[in-house]
């Protein structure tokens, strides 16, 4: 998670990023938990639901993209004609 704290004064809002890697949790099957933020007299959760898949692209792109697979072992593809 990035940033890992956040100090944020009465009415300031902040933005934060959250990245998640698959290993155990079924692939194409939703599961869901929360992040909580603590500090002081506080407690704010972040209800997260979360699908992994295999592989997610748009069918057609341009350009060059960094890939990142869900999983190990082989990939199969078939380049369109």
Known sequence: MSPSTLALARGQSA???VSFTRT????NAYT???????????SVRS???VRPVALA??????????VTFGYTGRLRHRLAA
Do not use: K, M
């Open 15 to 17: 933005e934060f990023t």
């Open 24 to 27: 155990t949790a079924a692939l």
């Open 32 to 42: 869901g938990g929360q992040l909580t933020w603590t500090g002081g007299d506080y």
């Open 47 to 49: 209800p997260i639901v």
């Open 57 to 66: 692209a748009p069918t057609e792109v341009s350009g060059s993209y960094r």
